[in-house]
């Protein structure tokens, strides 16, 4: 889905206030989907998900997950196809193997009978009828729930009354957020609370001297800007396209006389990267983010003790 965040995502105001007959019907067909009886699955099962659209560290997420536990399990990334996330898949594919289909039960029926033993979806949460062995939903730990509002008046794909079915939250970004733990918790008294932050591993290829230009399509724009200029990044340039934009041989040469005109470098995100033709790659850099677990100890043993 391409999209670009309203501003009235963030808060209450006309505009959101008159959509909120659209988010009841999103409301009532979210409460319809619970009433399917659910699947099992005879391997295990880890699905990672949002609430909140897009930008929350999902994949990276998902990544991270398999990083941990591949040595442990025979691993497999489950991903529902949609031809406008080629991106994404690129990136699960280079990080381990990915089974994409149309439908996410199709997918870890394959992985059963490909010898799998477990399966990390990416996305798939407010896909009722499946029965993970763990769930986990992530947050922008800056963006939180935004004005609270399921969309189109709001950013929630789901009422946030849903964290009670779920196992774990991820506060992914640079802000604590503690008042957003409070909301859980008086949500979902058990379920476990965890912080990442997004760190750039690629630094290295990097010089910091240079004075940089940087392009990006994703959920939440804000989130890599931080993360650029936090890793000291001199940024004089920025643009902003709708999440998964395919970008156009025009929009690069764009990007690319603006650059030369101002003696910039150009960087983007991995997934932008991935997005871009062979020749338009020429003269780019991407950003390799990976999270960094806060409490690293704490989510191993919950893994663990729910696989």
Request: charged letters at 30%; aromatic letters at 12%; proline letters at 3%.
């Amino acid at each position: 889905m391409k999209i670009i965040k309203p501003k009235f995502f963030d808060n209450i105001n006309i505009i959101s206030c008159l959509l909120l007959p659209f988010s009841f019907l999103v409301l009532v067909i979210s409460k319809i989907k619970k009433i399917s009886s659910k699947k099992n699955f005879k391997i295990k099962t880890i699905c990672v998900g949002n609430i909140y659209i897009g930008g929350t560290g999902k994949t990276p997420l998902v990544i991270k997950i398999n990083k941990i536990l591949r040595k442990k399990y025979n691993t497999v990334f489950i991903k529902k196809y949609y031809p406008d996330q080629i991106d994404e898949q690129k990136l699960l594919k280079q990080n381990g193997k990915l089974i994409s289909t149309d439908y996410r039960e199709n997918a870890i029926k394959i992985a059963e009978k490909n010898k799998y033993n477990l399966a990390i979806v990416d996305d798939g949460l407010q896909q009722k009828n499946m029965n993970y062995s763990i769930s986990i939903v992530c947050f922008n730990s800056s963006a939180g729930i935004g004005n609270g509002f399921l969309i189109p008046s709001g950013p929630l794909r789901e009422s946030i009354s849903e964290i009670k079915n779920y196992d774990a939250v991820f506060l992914n970004g640079e802000k604590e957020n503690i008042k957003l733990k409070k909301i859980f918790k008086n949500i979902n008294k058990n379920i476990k609370i965890f912080n990442a932050k997004y760190v750039v591993k690629n630094i290295k290829n990097f010089n910091l001297k240079k004075k940089y230009l940087f392009f990006c399509g994703l959920g939440n724009p804000d989130e890599f800007e931080k993360t650029l200029k936090k890793n000291k990044f001199r940024i004089k340039e920025k643009f902003i396209y709708p999440d998964h934009y395919k970008y156009l041989n025009k929009d690069i040469s764009k990007l690319k006389n603006i650059a030369k005109n101002k003696n910039l470098e150009i960087i983007t995100s991995e997934k932008d990267y991935l997005r871009l033709s062979k020749s338009n790659k020429k003269g780019i850099k991407f950003i390799k983010i990976e999270l960094k677990i806060k409490n690293y100890g704490n989510f191993l043993k919950f893994l663990n003790q729910n696989l």
